[in-house]
């Protein structure tokens, strides 16, 4: 059930996107999306680790106040800025994810590993970017960001087939997606 509220999150994000209704609209919808994904997400994650509740509780408050913290510094921003505390958080999850892939293989870990790998690739991906636009991004590279950022696109799509795959895998008692 988690995975499916992450799933309609993002499809609700990216088709706002794609109606491109406003710059505000956008942002908030982002914003929204983000907050759902990594609270989802980590929640999947603790449970696949056999985290207990209370840990991942903590976990998920830790992660609140991070994402909260990021956006009330980006409101008060006088320009665009790269959201630091989104990008803690998305390494936090993927040191939270990254040990399941060491689990035997088998057909539990199949659909967890068809999650796990896409969103790795995805957040490497966007930190890497992210990280060389905060100290190089000036009006010649400009283009390069963009070309770089469609490239999200295609991977996002790789993800989704990925994700579809790993539903219709996934073990019957698999109860987190």
Known sequence: MYFFIFLFAGF??????LINIS???????T???????????AYIFCKWRN????YTRYLQIGLFFS?????????????????WFNLVNKI???YIAIPVLNKTFSPNTYSQRLIIIPFVVFNVYFIIINLLMAFL??????PLFMNLYSLILIINILSYISYSLA???????EQFL
């Open 12 to 17: 609700l994000n990216e088709s706002i996107y």
């Open 23 to 29: 710059t505000k609209v956008n942002t908030i919808s």
């Open 31 to 41: 914003i929204v999306y983000s907050f759902i994904e990594t609270q989802c997400l």
């Open 51 to 54: 985290f207990n509740l209370k």
């Open 67 to 83: 994402w909260i913290t990021g956006h009330i510094i980006q409101l008060n921003a006088s320009e665009i800025s790269i959201d």
């Open 92 to 94: 936090v999850l993927m």
């Open 137 to 142: 991004f000036n009006k010649t590279t400009q």
């Open 167 to 173: 539903i219709l895998w996934a073990p019957k008692k």
